[in-house]
């Protein structure tokens, strides 16, 4: 049976590949891009977890999308975002093996 890379999946190793990028030194653009690619990942996996039932996980996403939402960004430090940053990659990517659109 052949086995193809979900949407879902797909967008959260490119979250997670742009979030661990963002640890080095960009332009403003970069990181405002990493907002709305962070921000739109994160609602769609609050929508994903609430279909397949996963509530817990719905809060997660979404208060990654709070903190990362660019309509009334949190400005925090370098230093924070480092922290913000690498945190929301890991959930990002540990979410790939309890979040799956064909669970249900």
């Known amino acids: 049976m052949k086995s193809y890379l979900k949407f879902s999946v797909f967008i959260r190793i490119i979250a997670v590949l742009l979030l ?12 405002s891009m990493l907002r709305f690619v962070t921000f739109g990942v994160g609602i769609y996996l609050v929508y994903i977890s609430l279909i397949l039932n996963k509530v817990p996980w719905a809060w997660v996403f979404g ?9 009334f960004p ?10 913000v940053d690498i945190i929301t990659g890991i959930i990002f990517l540990s979410s790939i093996f309890f979040i799956r659109e064909d669970s249900k």
């Open 74 to 83: 949190i400005h925090l430090g370098r230093e924070i975002w480092a922290y």
């Open 63 to 71: 208060m990654i999308a709070l903190i990362f939402n660019p309509i």
């Open 20 to 31: 661990f990028w963002a640890l080095d030194r960009h332009s403003y653009g970069y990181y």
